[in-house]
């Protein structure tokens, strides 16, 4: 049997469509999450056999977990616990027998010198799955471009034809929430096949990430899906979170956006893609431009 954790959040929901589409037999999955009744009530959520697991309540996780063969394990939010409720999941993995995990990292997480916030919880997860014993594929996502319109970033970029950051000539390698779930569901079923590395048993870390592009060339993504002009502005690091609110970005929104900045410039989110991201998801991932013009309505409203 197959499962993936954390199905009533908005990757694991679109993970579940992905394994369902992709499995011959419904009976054949399972999806977990803390709240199997809200995942139900959830229209927009796969009809499909659901258990309770939550990572905070190990009690749950066994039943959870009885006869699932390999396991989609969903990286839960950023918090001072995540770690320990990673930890909770890989360990009811191991009691349960489970014989492939299948984990959500985030690129350059195995290198201990990332200061990106994110990567710590990520980094030791990665190792806790190593020293675990248990056969898994690590993928490790770049930035979704989703996080940009979150912020309503994109949308207060495109309406005052500025990206203002500190990003300078730093790339992020955008790859999609949809690209990624699919990716997930590919390996998690066995339809990467040797792009996804089970040979190798053990243990495989793969990237799943876009090309690397610069905040110029987001900018210029944003103007070709929209017909507006964007340009980007280079700020100090300082100067992010005033010039993001004088765009409109909430305070706190703005003070977090402008946190990844220097790591952007960096160079941490930028990683060299050796093909390996196509071969997972079977076709070429959806690129910026395409992404900001599936969102043009999103992105032109308020703007006169
Ligand atoms: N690559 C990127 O740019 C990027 C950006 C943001 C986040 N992420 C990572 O991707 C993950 C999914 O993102 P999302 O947008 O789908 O987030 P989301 O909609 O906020 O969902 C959060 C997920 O965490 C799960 N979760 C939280 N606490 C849990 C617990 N105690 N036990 C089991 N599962 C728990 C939830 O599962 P249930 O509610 O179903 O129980 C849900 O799947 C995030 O948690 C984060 O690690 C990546």
Not at 95 to 104: F, K, P, R, S, W
Not at 125 to 154: C, D, I, K, Y
Not at 196 to 203: I, L
Not at 205 to 232: I, N, S
Request: charged share 20%.
């Amino acid at each position: 049997m197959l499962a993936v954790t954390g199905t009533a959040g908005r990757f694991g929901r679109l993970a579940l469509a992905g394994v369902l589409a992709l499995t011959a037999r419904r009976t054949d999955v399972v999806a977990l999450t803390r709240d199997p009744a809200r995942a139900g009530a959830d229209p927009g959520r796969p009809d499909v056999p659901t258990r309770h697991a939550d990572f905070a309540r190990p009690d749950t996780l066994a039943s959870a977990l009885a006869g699932v063969r390999r396991l989609l394990l969903v990286s839960t939010e950023r918090s001072p616990r995540r770690f320990h409720l990673h930890r909770a999941a890989v360990e009811a993995a191991v009691a349960a027998g489970v014989e492939h995990v299948v984990y959500t990292s985030v690129v350059r997480a195995g290198d201990p010198g990332n200061p990106v916030p994110e990567a710590a919880d990520h980094r030791r997860t990665e190792e806790l799955l190593a020293g675990s014993g248990l056969p898994h594929t690590v993928l490790r996502f770049n930035v979704w471009p989703q996080m940009l319109l979150l912020s309503g970033l994109a949308r207060l970029a495109v309406a005052h034809g500025e990206l203002p950051s500190g990003a300078a000539g730093g790339r992020v390698g955008y790859i999609t929430r949809e690209d990624t779930a699919w990716a997930a569901a590919r390996v998690l079923t066995g339809t990467a096949g040797d792009a996804a590395g089970d040979a190798a048993g053990a243990g495989t870390v793969l990237d799943v990430t876009g090309p690397g592009l610069t905040d110029a060339e987001v900018a210029a993504a944003l103007g070709e899906a929209t017909g507006r002009p964007v340009r980007h502005r280079q700020v100090t690091d300082a100067d992010v979170p005033g010039a993001l609110t004088a765009l409109g970005v909430p305070a706190p929104l703005a003070a977090g956006w402008g946190e990844n900045d220097p790591f952007r410039r960096q160079g941490w989110f930028d990683v060299p893609d050796d093909g390996t991201t196509r071969r997972l998801l079977g076709r070429a991932p959806v690129t910026l431009t395409g992404f900001f013009t599936a969102h043009r309505a999103e992105l032109l409203a308020g703007t006169r």
